[in-house]
């Protein structure tokens, strides 16, 4: 498999996997991502080389977006802003930050989650990175577990944020995994 830059011509591909897993997760009776993510949100990350696509030969099969530090008042302010993910003793610039990691539905179950999560993991550490993070719905126990299966650790929720329980695990090396890397 073949994880590359998204281009804006993959942005439809990954709007619909966004709406097919909103709809599976309404009928678990999950309200995460009942809020709809504006076409113009992914167009802005794909343009801004953030997110990632995995392919398997001609076929998209997931998608992940990594963000780094830019604006400490995106992450933080030293008052303690009660919408604040991370605090100034997390320092927030030593960390990658994983977000709108999608699988179609037809491709779920495969272990491809755990396995971007280790290809983010290593692009974090070759950056020099402590940590790969990530925030997700507050109210998704099923998906903090997940992410606790993935080695994360719990180290906050901010339940004033819809996206507000925040994880975060070691940076290491990505090594022999399934996802080769080709820059386009």
């Not at 963000?67 to 303690?80: C, E, G, H, M, N």
Request: glycine residues 8%.
């Amino acid at each position: 498999m073949i994880i590359s830059p998204a281009t804006l011509a993959d942005v439809e591909v990954i709007m619909s996997w966004r709406r097919e897993r909103a709809a599976w997760l309404a009928a678990r009776g999950e309200e995460q991502w009942s809020i709809p993510l504006p076409r113009s949100a992914v167009a802005a990350t794909v343009q801004a080389g953030q997110t990632w696509m995995v392919w398997d030969g001609s076929d998209p099969i997931a998608t992940i977006t990594l963000t780094a530090y830019v604006d400490v008042d995106s992450l933080w302010k030293p008052d303690r802003d009660p919408e604040a993910l991370w605090y100034p003793e997390d320092d927030p610039a030593d960390a990658l930050y994983a977000a709108k990691m999608m699988i179609p539905l037809r491709y779920a179950g495969a272990g491809l989650g755990g396995e971007m999560l280790d290809w983010a993991g290593g692009r974090a550490y070759q950056a020099g990175l402590t940590w790969l993070r990530l925030d997700a719905w507050t109210t998704n126990p099923r998906l903090h577990a997940y992410y606790r299966g993935q080695r994360f650790r719990h180290v906050r929720t901010v339940e004033s944020r819809v996206s507000g329980a925040c994880f975060q695990r070691a940076a290491q090396p990505y090594e022999d995994g399934r996802l080769k890397t080709e820059m386009i």
